[in-house]
């Protein structure tokens, strides 16, 4: 039975501004990764030319990175790392946060997708970056799974204890490319959007050399010398698709009741 009176017209008033109105979501943007480093490899160039466009960054990583590291406890490396990350995104503006997971044990359950949520209503992002679907390690697999289920619910009014901001809803969400551009399976995956980041390789990479701590974990475990390098190398292999110096790949999601525009290609001029 519909309640009637003072109260009922508020409760109406209150569902009716809680709807998703495209229109009414702030400009802020959220790269929702695994771990420290991961945002300015995978969608650094992109998060700068949103800065530069005036949006609101925030970079969370669901871990601090414990286990990347040869030479330090995980108490130390944790606070090397996470110090290291706030340092990259204050260079353009952005927020770092971490919801303080462990390294490698990254899972997708009531627990973590509950964090995520909660953390979802306190930003309100209307644009987020997250990883592949399929990549090389499963730490990247279950944060875009979690990434996916917060983004899709957070907005909902009885998910979360944490107050809902105006204008929150479902948000544009893509996934970045794997890393190397290629599945787990050695196929090339072909991105929906390819953004030209060619003015802001500079900053992506000055972003990326604030991570001194993995040259060192890199080269001991991977056996990979060639950190910036590398990054500049696969920049370079997206910017071949659309004739660019240097480009990022992403895959929107476009399931149902999530917006169907592509908004990176709208704001910025390329797609793939």
Known sequence: MERSGRHGRDARATSAMLRYNPGSLMNTA?????????????????????????????????????????????????????????????????????????????????????K??????????????????????????????????????YSAPNISAFPMRPGSGIPHLYYCDPVEGRDPYGKVVEPTTVIDVSGQLEKKLEMLGCHASQREWLREHHGIDEYIEAVKRIAGERGKLIGSEAAEGFVQHRGHAYPQNDLLSEMFGRAG
């Open 30 to 114: 959220l790269a929702f990764l695994a771990h420290p480093d991961d945002a300015e490899i995978l969608c650094g160039g992109t998060l700068v030319r949103l800065a530069e466009k005036g949006w609101k960054i925030h970079i969370a990583t669901a871990t601090a990175g414990d286990c990347g590291t040869m030479l330090h406890n995980r108490y130390d490396i944790s606070s090397i790392r996470t110090q290291e990350a706030t340092k990259a995104a204050a260079m353009i503006g952005g927020v770092y946060h971490c919801l303080d997971e462990r390294d490698g044990l990254v899972c997708y359950d009531k627990q973590r997708v509950q």
């Open 116 to 153: 995520a949520v909660d953390w979802f209503r306190r930003v309100a992002p209307s644009l987020v970056f997250t990883h592949a679907v399929a990549d090389y390690m499963m730490d990247h697999e279950m944060v875009a799974m979690v990434a996916r289920a917060a983004s899709f619910v």
